[in-house]
Every structure is written in C-alpha cells, then in structure tokens.
C-alpha cells in the first residue's frame, strides 16, 4: 500500500521559519513533490527531490533522505500569503504506464500576523 | 509556462443527471493526463490516468462506469460522471504531463484549475 504522513495542521509567526515534516512508506520510489494549495485553487508546484539532500529555491528549501523515507519542506521568512496547505507527494511506479503521483493528506499552515 | 484549462469551472446539476469535464493542455500535447478528486479539507486522491489512445487506469474503489474517461487526442481528456448523486459533489482536477509515458517528469505536471461539482 502507499502511505504519506504529514501534520494535520501548523502555526506560525509572519518573520519566523517553518518546518513541514513528511515521512511516506510506498511501493516505489521515483521522487518527492511539495505544493501549495491556497483554499479553492489547484495546487502549484514547489519543489521535486529524487536525490537525497537538500534543494534551495527562495524562500523554500526542500530536504530528501529516501533510507528513511523522509522529507521537509522548510519556509524561511514567513509572509500571511504562505497561509496555505501544503502537500507531500510521491511519485511511484516502475513501468511507463504505472507512473503517478501519490499525495498526502496536505498540512494547512497558519501564519499569525 | 505550460497551461492546462478546465471547463466548466463551476457545474451545479441535478441527481441522476450526467456531467462532462474536459481538461485540456493548451501549449504541449499531453501523452497522460491524471483526474484527481478532492474533497473540502482533504488531500487530492488518484481516481484514474488517462492515456491517450488507450483506456483510463483508475486507482482501487473508483467505479469505472461510473466515472468515464476519454483522451481522444493528445490536448483533450474528458471525464463524465454518470448518474451523480450528491456524494459526487467535490473539486475535480486534472493535470498533464508532456513527453513520452515514463519519461523524465520533475515539475512537469501542470495543474488545472479545477471544476466544482454540486449535485443537488
């Protein structure tokens, strides 16, 4: 089975740092996707690690370690429009037809002015 | 970027009555396209892959005839869902992915903009 393990919910001061926690158990492993939901609206692409270790883009750094099936989203810098969910998805499938995307139930962040 | 579009957005209808969404890649031809659902709250869940020129994949628990998938051509997936009751009432979205099944994917999936489903 698949299975993908985020917080429920989060809050955070506007300035501070964040930090989403991610752990997933799949059959298949062919990378990790975080994104940003804002209520109503599709989500929008954050990051994509396949290697382990860490990817900094802005204000979002995204971390990797697959031996223990781990992942976070870190936020530097918090601004009141990060409010938002975040998911944790992975991709998953080892033929062409089977490869999809898998996503965690998603962490709605609270930012407080 | 590459955009992927919606219609309808919104979609209010009666029970038992059929709807059609279509999702389609305006710039790249999408060889695959995914229906995703979500319910107010949740996350998206899987409900099929739509690949072009041959039939839909659906995840386990998703009724086939109940939620039929085209992809006729390589811009265009349609999702119908028949005979909905209020309990199909959810976000629909779709996003696409360019390039040859299997290929490289990275944050080459496009979203679309979703259609909000209310069955009366």
């Known amino acids: 089975g698949q299975n993908i393990d985020q917080p429920t919910e989060m809050t955070a001061t506007e300035g501070a740092i964040v930090q989403i926690n991610c752990t997933y158990q799949?059959?298949?492993?062919?990378?990790l996707f975080w994104y940003q939901q804002h209520a109503g609206e599709a989500p929008t692409f954050l990051s994509y690690?396949?290697?382990?270790g860490l990817e900094e883009k802005g204000r979002f750094s995204s971390f990797l370690s697959r031996s223990k099936g781990y992942s976070y989203l870190l936020l530097k810098e918090l601004q009141m429009k990060d409010s938002a969910s975040y998911l944790c998805?992975?991709?998953?499938?080892?033929?062409?037809?089977?490869?999809?995307?898998?996503f965690g139930k998603g962490t709605r962040l609270h930012i407080l002015p | 970027g590459a955009v992927v579009s919606q219609h309808p957005s919104w979609v209010i209808c009666k029970s038992g009555t059929s709807v059609k969404i279509e999702c389609r890649s305006l710039?790249?031809?999408?060889?695959?396209m995914f229906w995703y659902r979500q319910f107010p709250k949740q996350s998206l869940m899987l409900m099929a892959t739509?690949?072009?020129?041959?039939?839909?994949?659906?995840e386990q628990g998703v009724e086939k005839d109940k939620f039929l998938i085209n992809h006729a051509s390589l811009t265009l997936s349609t999702l119908t869902v028949t005979s909905a009751h209020p309990e199909d009432s959810s976000f629909y979205i779709c996003?696409?992915?360019?390039?040859?099944?299997?290929?490289?994917?990275?944050?080459?999936?496009?979203f679309g903009p979703g259609t909000r489903l209310l069955v009366l």
């Open positions: 996003s696409a992915t360019p390039g040859l099944a299997g290929g490289p994917f990275s944050e080459t999936q496009y």
């Open positions: 799949t059959s298949g492993f062919n990378g």
């Open positions: 690690n396949v290697l382990d």
């Open positions: 998805a992975v991709r998953v499938g080892t033929r062409n037809r089977d490869d999809k995307i898998i």
């Open positions: 710039d790249f031809q999408a060889t695959t």
């Open positions: 739509s690949n072009e020129g041959s039939k839909a994949t659906y």
